[in-house]
């Protein structure tokens, strides 16, 4: 597999193109529409919280709700830090670039696991390694699902960090 250094992101996740990762394997709602290739790929391990609260639809009933992320993104193939997630959802890598996004699907994962997901991105802001990158995909992910303790009127407004990882796959038009 060769390995592609872009000039302008000195810390930037590493590029790897090989045509078996431009083809990920992956459920057809979260794959990323024709002409976008695979620019970058970087795993996310971190804590996401959730937040105990009234059911909007019913305040006597109680649940936990997501509330934002809070990862380090980190190059598998040298294991430096490469860049970190949090709410917005937002991707800032080390060069200072970042971005946002919307998510466009998702799709259940194995029991335990927060599910696949597709963003399309808002164009970065900065330039650097996130420049020019228009989906994300999340895929391979480990943990990360809403507490299992007891979430009650007595919990309400209890926050709860779960431990989580995931792979994010950066691509390009």
Same mark, same amino acid.
């Given at each position: 597999?060769?390995?592609?250094?872009?000039?302008?992101?000195?810390?930037?996740?590493?590029?790897?193109?090989?045509?078996?990762?431009?083809?990920?394997?992956?459920?057809?709602?979260?794959?990323?529409?024709?002409?976008?290739?695979?620019?970058?790929?970087?795993?996310?391990?971190?804590?996401?919280?959730?937040?105990?609260?009234?059911?909007?639809?019913?305040?006597?009933?109680?649940?936990?709700?997501?509330?934002?992320?809070?990862?380090?993104?980190?190059?598998?193939?040298? %294991?430096?830090?490469? &860049?970190?997630?949090? $709410?917005? *959802?937002?991707?800032?890598?080390?060069? =200072?670039? !970042?971005?946002?996004?919307?998510?466009?699907?998702?799709?259940?994962?194995?029991?335990?696991?927060?599910?696949?997901?597709?963003?399309?991105?808002?164009?970065?802001?900065?330039?650097?390694?996130?420049?020019?990158?228009?989906?994300?995909?999340?895929? %391979?992910?480990?943990? &990360?699902?809403?507490? $299992?303790? *007891?979430?009650?009127?007595?919990?309400? =407004?209890? !926050?709860?960090?779960?431990?989580?990882?995931?792979?994010?796959?950066?691509?390009?038009?």
């Amino acid at each position: 597999m060769r390995k592609f250094f872009p000039v302008f992101a000195v810390p930037a996740v590493l590029l790897s193109l090989s045509a078996a990762a431009q083809t990920m394997d992956v459920p057809e709602p979260v794959r990323v529409p024709s002409g976008h290739t695979m620019a970058m790929k970087a795993l996310g391990v971190g804590e996401l919280t959730y937040e105990c609260k009234a059911r909007a639809a019913d305040a006597t009933a109680f649940e936990w709700v997501f509330v934002g992320p809070v990862a380090k993104l980190t190059d598998t193939a040298t %294991n430096r830090e490469v &860049g970190k997630y949090y $709410a917005g *959802p937002t991707w800032e890598s080390t060069d =200072g670039s !970042k971005i946002t996004g919307k998510q466009v699907a998702i799709v259940p994962a194995a029991a335990g696991n927060i599910p696949l997901q597709l963003v399309k991105t808002d164009p970065a802001m900065g330039s650097g390694a996130l420049a020019g990158i228009t989906y994300i995909q999340r895929v %391979n992910t480990r943990g &990360g699902v809403a507490p $299992a303790d *007891p979430c009650a009127a007595t919990s309400a =407004g209890m !926050k709860k960090q779960v431990p989580y990882q995931a792979e994010y796959v950066f691509y390009r038009m």
